[in-house]
């Protein structure tokens, strides 16, 4: 299992890093109230730890989209649209993970088309030596190495999003494989992971 994945941040770390960013953006958006949006279902996990982190008024709306036309397409439909209109909205965008951005872009660029007050990301970790689409990050949990991860809230084929740690995956055939090659990681957070 070691030799498949490992521990790439722990939920010590995660924790801790959350608690940071909540205060960065107390701070940021003192006296206003931000509608935090995130894109299901990967950001779940940090949107709820982030918005207990974060002291002020603020909502909360979520989007579902897919993208089609293969990984490295920008081709992104809706899934599932916001409830509530952000006309203007201060928006944070919570996303779990940035890799080339194409989604994001996607997502800002229809974003921005409902007249927003404003519009910034926060993303837990941000993958940026793989970004194609120049995007600017104000909030950023880590700069992730170009490597495949899961776990609070990131997936392989819907599993592992409820590690409480991520992992770096070592071997992608193996687990591709057998995608029950991590599951001895699903009670590791018992002990706390390596
Ligand atoms: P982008 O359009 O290339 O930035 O794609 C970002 C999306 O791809 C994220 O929201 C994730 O859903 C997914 N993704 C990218 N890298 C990973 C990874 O390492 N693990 C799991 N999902 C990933
Ligand atoms: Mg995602």
Not at 30 to 50: E, Y
Not at 115 to 123: E, K
Request: charge should be negative; hydrophobic fraction near 40%.
């Amino acid at each position: 299992m070691d030799d498949i994945a490992t521990v790439l941040y722990t939920e010590e770390q995660i924790q801790h890093r959350v608690r940071e960013l909540g205060e960065e953006v107390t701070q940021a958006y003192t006296g206003r109230s931000p509608v935090l949006i995130s894109v299901l279902k990967g950001g779940v996990m940090f949107l709820a730890d982030l918005t207990r982190a974060i002291d002020l008024q603020l909502r909360v709306d979520f989007m579902s989209i897919s993208r089609y036309g293969g990984s490295s397409s920008g081709i992104v439909r809706v899934l599932k649209d916001l409830d509530q209109d952000v006309g203007g909205e201060d928006v944070l965008v919570v996303e779990d993970i940035i890799d080339t951005g194409l989604t994001l872009s996607y997502l800002l660029n229809t974003l921005w088309a409902r007249d927003p007050a404003s519009i910034r990301v926060c993303t837990l970790l941000d993958k940026s030596v793989r970004r194609i689409a120049p995007l600017d990050i104000p909030f950023r949990g880590f700069d992730c190495p170009d490597r495949f991860v899961v776990g609070y809230g990131l997936d392989h084929g819907e599993r592992y999003r409820n590690l409480p740690f991520i992992l770096a995956v070592q071997d992608q055939e193996e687990l591709e494989a057998n995608p029950d090659a991590l599951v001895g990681f699903l009670g590791a957070h018992a002990e706390g992971p390596a």
